[in-house]
Each structure stands twice: as structure tokens, then as C-alpha cells.
């Protein structure tokens, strides 16, 4: 079940009366309705794998508990490595298994020997990067002792598999969550609509410009023999906001979804590509996975604590990681690697925090010079998507050597019957949209609300395609 | 609460508005046009006469070339259409009826299509814009799982078929932007090319007694159509040429022209004839039929 499917327009108002006209009692029955709205939300896929979902729920619910519960260091030590070797164990079966079987043989064979990989038929349980995770924070929160063991099974549960994040998060923290699955929720017209208005968006940004952008990134990507320098520079820029209109549209309708349930998820982007510089970047792209890294790896590897070549070494270590938690091939890495080498000018000289403070834009020598590292800024993430896409090394290699030597600008006729410049003014008009409404959580809300709703709906209706259907890129991580 | 629903009914209300009217629109500026494809057209003509038209699907559209009948003094025009299936196929000869063209003979053809009784997507989507004031496209459909949606749900056509009548359909219309399908009285010349994929696999295809062919017979006997039925060829390298002797078996009456031209360079793809093949197969079959 999708977030833009007719079953979830059908779903959601369902479980939206339940929850607040039959199960309306206390927060257990509350929370219960959203269990089982959840673990059905997650059949719709594979309900094979509820057994997973179920497995991890029940793991770090009693790890948590006996970590909690055992005074001595080595007992609390074994419940918690117990969680984390048998989180990661699941992930790396299903997710790792077969990359690492296969470059194993590729290495082996590379020697001279001849050896044919062991390779797993399963296919990937879907969210199960972000699940798990969400359990892994929990656990080690209680074993640095940040939070306390949550002792009632329903609250933990929808901590874990609350649909609107458990397929594509944001990857939610304890101390966020928990707190307000612990309460009964009331009401509020405000918080509603707000997310009915961030429902919406979410929609534009996924069937208007991600699938949009799809039709021509996927056509240039996958005919990249075929293309010249100016179709496959616009090719990679669509891929940057097919992705972004992907994920930040996913995320803008968990979002939205669970506050009409009365619950606030963390906010997982921050218009990123009006980044200033990369570290910006990566403080307003995917914030609860970067944030998630940085609290759980980082500072637990040493942070920047230890001088600069700890610190170098150490985002180095969460870039690759990053990379890799997307998904079992060396593009990822490789998209990692890039990243963190266009962080480490800003860690040498000091300069990844210079640029904390909101976009305060004025026309002037100042203002361009803003305008021009935004530009920059995004022109070097989108190279690194280059490899983010990519289906080998090679293939993204051999994209960017044909866009610095082909030389040829002249507007290319897609294999799809599409001008390869056509999709621009789209994508001109949705940044220009974007660029005045940076501060609010969606645009709608505010002056001429209606007339901006019936806008975005007719943008959905017109420009929406819905024939190519195109899943979230997220759900295969 | 109460203000909330009212936001979801303001917020319905302007769905079922925004639905209405690009339905209005979309309808009124596509349904304008008569010259873009096939389909609007034989919608938007009538009394049209024919000695010869060629119907089926891409295996006819770039197969029959229209000016070998004509230079023997035929009146003929190519009615393939590329993807469609044999439903469709019979929908539109049902509207040249309807529209009166006067008919002499038929060449349909029919081998890969015979095994499909389901519709084209792509080839549907041209009929959606007339779905509400041509009864005859209406009662076609009426027994598709998705007609209650298709029919009365505002707007529903032009999103299922985006990729076909969608916005970029109707700013082509309303700027007037030329297609080639009615080009060489619409047959679609092929060339050959590298990449041209010259291997199939057909064996899985099963031959089945297809109702919209039926209905094709039907329709010409009714209306004295003189209808002639063909297979055309297919590349060397295809798995399952049986498949076209089991066609024949089930209906003798269709001939069985798979093998008239065998050698590859007469092929842009291994189901579809260059250009040269296309006429040296076109003079076959009118020599076949005509002499």
C-alpha cells in the first residue's frame, strides 16, 4: 500500500474515524488500533515478513528491559550486544548477504581461483533498515542510561511499527516518540489541518516533480551511450530533484499523516538544496538518519573530540556507513566517499558550522555571493547523485567522462518523446515556489489557503503522472 | 472537530470542481482534433469509400503499404494501429460503420493478436475523450472491470491514460502540433537499425478462439465487407513458429503469410518489416488476392 495509492485513500480516513469516534477511550486503545492499522498497513506488502517486524519488536523489548533490570556491567553488556549483533544479523542477511558473498568470489577469483558465489533467493523486507534502526537507538539509549526501559508492550510496539514511519521513516528517536504514544491524544483542527495541507504537498512533490523528473532521468540514465553533454548534465539534475521531490514527498506525508493522529514526527528535510555549503547540506538532507549517524557512531567513535585527524577519520567512517545503510553496492559507497570528501576542506579549515544561521537573502554583493554557493553547493551533490544512481561504478564513470567530452549542447529527442530540456520550467517554477515559502513546515497554510489548495490539486490532477507509476525510491532501502 | 470536517468538505468540494472542470477542458480541447491519430479521425469523418482499408495492429500498420494499392488504382488508407490488440481493432470498425464508410474489402491482420482477448492501454486511451457521447465506445467498455470509474468519476479517463491524453497531449492539440500518422495514407515505413532486436520467443503464446475476431466476421458479413485475413512475418530467429500453424488450424481462413519473406534483411526488428520487405510483401498479398 502506498502513500499515493487509492487503498491508502481509502485506509487512512478509515483508521482517521476509528481513532478518534470508536477508539477514542484512553491512549491504549488508541495506540492499539494504530498497532493493528500498522501491522495490516505492512501485510499490504508482505505479510510474511510480519513475522520480522513482530521478532524485532519482541527483541528489543526485552533487551531493553533486561538491560535495564541488571545491575552488573557484564550482564548488561551481554542483553545489549545480544540486540545489536541480532538487529544487524537480520539486516545483513537479508540486505548484505548477497553483495558481500559476491565481492568475496569477484576477490577470490580475481587470484586466479575459481569460485562461484552462495547466494540467498530472499528478497529485501521492506523498511527494514529503518525499523531496525529505530530499535537500535532505543537500546543503546537504555544502555547509556539516557532513557528508561518502556515496560508497557503496546506503547513499545507502536514506537516500532507506527505506519506512517515504518516503511520510510523519519527514523524516530525514544525520547521523541515515546512520550507521546504515552499520553492520550486530543484533538486539534490546527495540527490537522496542517497535515491534511502537508499530505497534500507531499503529494505534489511525488507525483508532480519526483515522477515528472523520473520519466527523463530514468530515460537519460538508462540511454546514457545514447546522450550528449547537455542531456546528461540535465539528466543528473533531474535525478537530484526526482530524488528530492521522492523522499521530502514521503516524508511530508508521514509527517502529515501522524499529526492527524495527533502525533508529531521529526522533521526529516530542511530545503537542502539551498545549502550554502555541503555540511549545510547534510544538516537539512534525510536530518534523522544524519542525526541518527552523528549521535550513534560519531560521537560514540570519539566525534571531534580527538583532534583533526580523529575527526577526519571519523566522517569518513559515517559517509561510508551512510552510503552503505542505502544499500548493498559500491555506487552507494563510492556516493558516500564523494560526500565525505567534500566535507573534509570544511573540516580542515574549520568551516562546517559556518553556516547554522536561517538564509537572510537582500539584493546585493552578499546576497549573489549566497546565490553562487548555493548553486555550488548543488552542483557538486548532484555529480555525487551521478553515482547514487548508477547501476555500477563503471556506468557512472563512463556517464561523466560522455558529459565532459561529448561537448555537444544541441537539445537532444528522448526515446520517450520528450525534448530533454522540456521538464525545466517545472523544475524552475517548483524551486522559485520552494525558495518563498523555506521558513513554513508546508506552503499552503496562510493567506489565499483555498486558492493555493486548489492549485496544488489541479497540479496533482494535470501535471501528476500516474500511469508510469514509480514506487518511493526509499522503500527499497 | 466539526471545523475539520468542514475543512474536508471545502476540501472534497474543490477536488470534485478542479475534477469537473479539467474533465470540461481536457474533453472540449482534445476532442477539437482530427488529425493526430487514427482513431479521432475515423470519430470525426464519415461517408468515406474505400476499396481496401488494412486493420490490426503495428504487424499491419508498417506492414501494408497503402501506396501499392493505390498506384494499382485501389482506393485504400492503413487503419493500423501500433499496440493495439484485436479489441480494439473491432471497436473501430464498428465506428467506421457507424459513420457510414462504405467498405469493398477488409485485410486484417491477425496472428500474434488472435491469442488476446484484453485491451490495449495505449490504444484505449484514444477512445476515453468520446467515452460520454459515442454510445457505441460506451457499450465497448461496459464490461471492463474499471468502466463504473472510467464513466463517472470526473476526470478518473485522463488520469488513468496520462501517458497518452494527459496534459502534454492536450497542449500538443491545442497547439496545433502535427503527427505523421496520417502520413502515407497511414502506413508507417520502418528502417532498419543496429539495434534492431532480432530474436523472439512466441512458443508460450497459446491460440485462442477470440471473441473480438468473431465480432470483426460479424460485422462484415452484416455490412457486405469483403474480409481477408493475414499472418505476416516474422524474423529467423524466433522461438514457437508453430504458433502460426496452430493459428491456421483454429481458423483455416486466415492465410498463413508468416514464411513469405524469411531473410533478416528485410526486417528493422524481428517482428516488423523495413520498409523494402514491407512492399515486397504488400505486392505478395495483392498479387495473391487481386490478380
Known amino acids: 500500500m502506498f502513500f499515493n495509492s487509492l487503498h491508502f485513500a481509502a485506509f487512512l480516513p478509515i483508521v482517521f474515524l476509528l481513532y478518534w469516534f470508536v477508539f477514542n477511550k484512553n491512549k491504549s486503545w488508541q495506540n492499539s488500533l494504530l498497532i493493528i492499522a500498522s501491522y495490516y498497513f505492512y501485510a499490504c506488502w508482505d505479510w510474511r515478513f510480519l513475522f520480522l517486524l513482530v521478532f524485532s519488536t519482541l527483541l528489543d523489548y526485552f533487551t531493553g528491559i533486561m538491560i535495564e533490570k541488571n545491575e552488573t556491567i557484564s550482564k548488561r553488556r551481554f542483553w545489549f550486544w545480544l540486540s545489536i549483533i541480532v538487529n544487524l544479523g537480520f539486516l545483513g542477511v537479508f540486505k548484505y548477504y548477497n553483495f558481500f558473498a559476491t565481492s568475496f568470489t569477484e576477490l577470490i577469483n580475481g587470484f586466479g581461483f575459481q569460485v562461484n558465489p552462495l547466494l540467498i533467493k530472499v528478497i529485501l523486507p521492506v523498511g527494514i533498515s529503518f525499523y531496525t534502526f529505530h530499535g537500535l537507538s532505543y537500546v543503546i539509549d537504555i544502555y547509556y542510561k539516557r532513557i528508561k526501559a518502556e515496560y508497557n508492550f503496546i506503547d513499545y510496539s507502536l514506537f516500532v511499527s507506527y505506519f506512517p514511519l515504518l516503511v520510510a521513516g523519519p527514523i524516530e528517536r525514544a525520547t521523541h516518540l515515546l512520550p507521546q504514544v504515552k499520553v492520550k491524544r486530543e484533538f486539534s483542527f490546527e495540527k490537522a489541518k496542517e497535515g491534511v495541507h502537508q499530505i497534500i504537498w507531499g503529494l505534489v512533490k511525488k507525483v508532480v516533480i519526483a515522477d515528472s523528473c523520473a520519466m527523463y532521468a530514468n530515460e537519460v540514465f538508462n540511454h546514457q551511450e545514447d546522450m550528449n553533454s547537455l542531456s546528461l548534465v540535465l539528466g543528473a539534475i533531474y535525478f537530484a530533484f526526482q530524488i528530492y521531490g521522492d523522499f521530502s514527498g514521503y516524508s511530508d506525508i508521514a509527517l502529515g499523516t501522524s499529526k492527524l493522529f495527533g502525533i508529531d514526527l521529526l522533521k526529516n528535510f530542511n530545503f537542502p538544496y539551498f545549502s550554502r555549503d555541503i555540511a549545510e547540506f547534510w544538516r537539512r538532507w534525510h536530518i534523522s538518519l544524519s542525526s541518527w549517524f552523528r549521535d550513534y557512531l560519531y560521537i560514540p567513535l570519539g566525534g571531534s573530540k580527538g583532534g583533526k585527524w580523529m575527526q577526519v577519520r571519523n566522517t569518513f567512517i559515517i559517509f561510508l556507513v551512510s552510503g552503505f545503510w542505502h544499500g548493498a553496492n559500491w555506487t552507494f559507497i563510492a556516493w558516500g566517499l564523494i560526500n565525505a570528501i567534500y566535507f573534509l576542506p570544511l573540516l580542515l579549515l574549520n568551516k562546517n558550522r559556518s553556516n547554522l544561521e536561517d538564509i537572510n537573502f537582500r539584493w546585493n554583493r552578499e546576497g549573489l555571493q549566497t546565490i553562487l554557493h548555493i548553486v555550488l553547493t548543488f552542483s557538486i551533490t548532484t555529480f555525487a547523485w551521478i553515482f547514487f544512481r548508477a547501476k555500477s561504478i563503471s556506468d557512472a564513470l563512463l556517464y561523466i567522462k560522455n558529459m565532459f567530452t561529448n561537448l555537444n549542447f544541441d537539445v537532444q529527442y528522448l526515446g520517450n518523446e520528450r525534448y530533454s530540456f522540456e521538464l525545466l520550467p517545472l523544475v524552475g517554477v517548483f524551486i522559485v515556489f520552494e525558495w518563498f515559502h523555506k521558513y513554513k513546515t508546508e506552503p499552503i497554510s496562510g493567506k489565499y489557503e483555498n486558492v493555493k489548495l486548489l492549485f496544488c490539486i489541479m497540479a496533482i490532477l494535470a501535471l501528476g503522472v500516474f500511469s508510469d507509476y514509480k514506487e518511493f525510491i526509499y522503500f527499497q532501502f | ?291
Open chain 2, 1 to 291: 472537530m466539526k471545523r475539520f470536517f468542514k475543512k474536508i468538505i471545502l476540501f472534497l468540494v474543490i477536488l470534485f470542481v478542479a475534477s469537473l472542470l479539467l474533465d470540461v477542458i481536457y474533453t472540449a480541447i482534445i476532442s477539437h482534433s482530427a488529425e493526430r491519430n487514427k482513431i479521432e479521425n475515423v470519430i470525426h469523418t464519415s461517408n468515406k469509400k474505400y476499396d481496401v482499408v488494412f486493420m490490426g495492429t503495428s504487424r499491419a500498420n508498417n506492414h501494408f503499404v497503402t501506396k501499392v494499392f493505390e498506384d494499382k488504382g485501389f482506393k485504400a488508407f492503413n487503419y493500423g494501429i501500433s499496440g493495439s490488440h484485436l479489441f480494439e481493432t473491432s471497436l473501430l470498425l464498428k465506428l467506421m460503420v457507424a459513420n457510414k464508410y462504405e467498405i469493398k474489402n477488409l485485410i486484417l491482420e491477425a496472428d500474434l493478436s488472435i491469442c488476446n482477448e484484453k485491451r490495449d492501454e495505449g490504444t484505449t486511451a484514444r477512445f476515453m475523450p468520446y467515452i460520454h457521447r459515442n454510445e457505441i465506445i460506451k457499450n465497448h467498455y461496459k464490461n471492463e472491470a474499471d468502466f463504473y470509474q472510467i464513466y463517472y468519476l470526473p476526470f478518473y479517463r485522463y488520469i488513468k491514460f496520462d501517458n497518452k491524453i494527459g496534459f502534454r497531449e492536450v497542449y500538443d492539440v491545442a497547439a496545433k502540433k502535427p503527427t505523421n500518422t496520417l502520413f502515407n495514407k497511414g502506413y508507417y515505413p520502418l528502417i532498419s537499425h543496429k539495434k534492431g532486436n532480432m530474436k523472439n520467443d512466441i512458443s508460450s503464446l497459446k491460440v485462442i478462439r477470440n471473441k473480438y475476431y468473431e465480432e470483426i466476421k460479424q460485422i462484415c458479413k452484416q455490412n457486405n465487407i469483403k474480409l481477408t485475413v493475414v499472418m505476416t512475418p516474422m524474423c529467423q530467429n524466433t522461438k514457437g513458429l508453430d504458433y502460426f500453424d496452430k493459428v491456421h488450424q483454429l481458423y483455416p481462413e486466415i492465410h498463413n503469410f508468416e514464411n513469405v519473406i524469411t531473410d533478416d534483411k528485410y526486417f528493422a526488428s524481428c517482428g516488423h518489416l523495413n520498409d523494402e520487405g514491407a512492399k515486397i510483401y504488400t505486392n505478395y498479398i495483392m498479387n495473391f488476392f487481386y490478380n
